[in-house]
């Protein structure tokens, strides 16, 4: 019996997302320690916006990615996954920043514009990423079987 160095490749599972869910968690809890500094030093005023930011980081990251390196593939077996994997990174830091900023602009009793725009293009850039990681993710178990 020979074992082939590929066979070992194949079943190993990958650290990359592991890392990845770490990195996110890591950021959830920045998220929490920011939020509360600034109502600290925002004389105890608060925001919805800024208290839920963390949510992004840690649902729409951590828990994906965590998701990944218990039951999915080898990213580096899934065509374009890098590419997918930046577009839904993306995607989270546009809502997280998005979220920031309107609980500043709520803090302070203003409002713009703009904060739509990280609202539109942070879900689009994390539904991108998703479709085109479960496209390659199909295409990959079509060739496969």
Not at 25 to 45: D, Q
Not at 50 to 57: G, S
Not at 88 to 102: E, H
């Amino acid at each position: 019996m020979t074992l082939s160095t590929l066979d070992i490749k194949q079943t190993s599972r990958s650290k990359q997302p592991l890392k990845t869910a770490i990195i996110f968690l890591a950021v959830s809890v920045f998220c929490i320690v920011f939020n509360k500094i600034y109502a600290v030093f925002g004389h105890g005023v608060s925001s919805d916006s800024m208290t839920f930011m963390f949510l992004f980081p840690l649902l729409c990251g951590a828990l994906p990615f965590l998701l990944i390196w218990l039951s999915g593939p080898r990213p580096d077996t899934v065509a374009f996954y890098r590419f997918s994997y930046n577009i839904f990174n993306s995607g989270i830091a546009l809502l997280t920043v998005g979220s920031l900023l309107n609980g500043i602009f709520e803090i302070a009793g203003t409002s713009s514009v703009y904060l739509i725009v990280f609202t539109v293009c942070g879900w689009t850039f994390l539904s991108a990423g998703i479709i085109v990681y479960m496209v390659n993710l199909f295409r990959r178990h079509q060739t496969a079987g």
